[in-house]
């Protein structure tokens, strides 16, 4: 019944975002994977915070488009998510989901030694450390270039143009505590709905997930913000922010200048790098404290 159910809710998942072009269909594909390997699990906490995050990502990517496309020529292009966008938003995840259901699949915490409960914690911490990243990310990166005032850079505070890498404003910031608190939302109340006689017998540690998402969903946007304003290039072309430019296309052009950063990792691998160090600090912080 669970492969049924992983089965139609990612067919109808990727046939939809096609139909709005919200994914390409190498997007597709790789959701494809994310969905299965996440709403085959038992746990429906995983299930519950992928749909947060893809419904709520999908909803604020399409806001106000041509508002943004004034901003930036190329955002109907970039809303739709190729298979790399998919899986540097959704891979470490899905394997995440994949060894839970490995080690947990068909358990109930009362049934579990102390050391297995504390792996099921963390791995339950980790997972929604992740996608409070990337949704907290998402939402910042939406929302912010909507702001009426310019950004600043995080690396100088300097005022750059909206589009910039590494640029943070105070819509931005708040959108992302927002958008973690969003997931660490949708993670409680799947868990108290399929837990709660867990919870009430001691077996599952009483964890405010929405303020913890909100927390690491902030967190790892600056982490992002950090690393796109240091190793990721942003040019001015046109007096408009421009970045992943390749050196082809860099000679090409007349009067590019150099915004910030340095041309090494492009925005997809920025987003990977943020998020997967977001999770990293979740399970150290977890570890420290069981």
Do not use: H
């Not at 494809?32 to 995050?53: E, K």
């Not at 419904?55 to 109907?76: E, G, H, L, N, R």
């Not at 409960?117 to 939406?142: K, N, Q």
């Amino acid at each position: 019944m669970r492969v049924l159910f992983a089965i139609v809710l990612t067919s109808y998942l990727c046939f939809n975002s096609l139909r709005k072009r919200s994914l390409s269909r190498s997007g597709a594909a790789a959701a494809a994977f994310v969905g299965l390997s996440t709403a085959s699990n038992d746990n429906l906490m995983f299930t519950a915070v992928l749909i947060a995050f893809f419904v709520s990502s999908t909803f604020w990517t399409k806001y106000q488009a041509s508002a943004k496309q004034k901003i930036d020529p190329s955002y109907t292009k970039a809303s739709e998510r190729d298979w790399k966008q998919v899986l540097c938003n959704g891979g470490v995840g899905s394997l995440i989901s994949l060894v839970y259901q490995y080690n947990f699949d068909g358990c109930r915490p009362e049934d579990l030694t102390t050391d297995q409960r504390r792996l099921m914690v963390l791995l339950i911490w980790a997972y929604i450390g992740f996608y409070s990243c990337c949704a907290a990310d998402t939402w910042a990166s939406e929302l912010g270039t909507l702001s009426s005032n310019w950004p600043i850079l995080v690396t100088t505070l300097k005022p750059v143009p909206p589009g910039t890498n590494g640029a943070i404003s105070k819509l931005g910031i708040l959108s992302s505590f927002a958008g973690g608190a969003a997931v660490g939302l949708a993670a409680d109340i799947a868990l108290w709905i399929q837990y709660f006689a867990a919870y009430r017998s001691g077996a599952m540690p009483k964890i405010p997930y929405n303020m913890l998402g909100s927390l690491l969903g902030t967190l790892g946007s600056l982490i992002d913000s950090m690393l796109g304003a240091t190793v990721q290039a942003s040019y001015l072309v046109n007096k408009q922010a421009v970045s992943d430019l390749s050196e082809d296309e860099l000679r090409n052009m007349d009067g590019v200048q150099i915004i910030a950063g340095k041309n090494i990792l492009s925005n997809n691998m920025v987003n990977f790098f943020s998020s997967a160090a977001t999770t990293a600090v979740a399970v150290c912080i977890l570890k420290m404290l069981i």
